[in-house]
């Protein structure tokens, strides 16, 4: 039986002009997006979650939280470099991407244990959360819409990354406690 499938078409983020001269990007290398100013919170976004991924980090600075986002361009070969840095340089790690389970995430989990951040010698272990589209059906609708839906929108990045802080032990500003948006979408 014939069967079409039709994927929206949208903008992606990235560049805002296209550079003169052609620029080869490295396969399996990253970029840092945003410097956070303390090592508290890092974001590792791939695919067309990055604009909602600074948006989130904007939004989080209102809660005290100034967080790195990184934009891993690549799920094979993943930059191992990049990822050992921002697992080693910040407490909380939170990964973002539009594939389902076992898809990127796992892969950097996998990485991040084989490279000995997770077992806590030395330091306090990595604290480590993703986002990416839950294993259930997602209904046919407006883009925004199924990304919310699947849980991949700025607002619902900025309670997975409150509710993990907290988790964790990090004290937020007194603004994120009485928040009850913040609350409402951690507690979904």
């Known amino acids: 039986m014939p069967t079409a499938l039709r994927y929206p078409s949208a903008s992606a983020y990235g560049e805002l002009a296209l550079p003169a001269e052609p620029r080869f990007l490295e396969p399996g290398r990253g970029r840092i997006v945003r410097e956070g100013r303390d090592n508290t919170l890092a974001i590792l976004s791939v695919g067309g979650r990055l604009r909602e991924c600074l948006v989130a980090a904007a939004e989080l600075e209102q809660y005290g939280v100034s967080a790195t986002v990184a934009d891993a361009r690549w799920v094979k070969p ?89 988790r964790a032990g990090i004290k937020l500003s007194e603004d994120v406690a009485n928040d009850d948006r913040a609350v409402r979408i951690a507690r979904a």
């Open 78 to 166: 993943l930059d191992e470099k990049l990822l050992s840095m921002l697992a080693t340089d910040h407490k909380v790690l939170l990964t973002v991407e539009e594939n389902s389970i076992g898809g990127f995430s796992a892969q950097v989990h996998q990485t991040l244990l084989e490279g000995g951040h997770l077992d806590g010698i030395g330091r306090t272990p990595l604290v480590i959360r993703s986002l990416m589209f839950p294993d259930r059906w997602i209904d046919h609708n407006q883009p925004f819409l199924q990304y919310d839906d699947a849980g991949l929108n700025a607002n619902q990045i900025v309670a997975k990354a409150c509710a993990t802080l907290e």
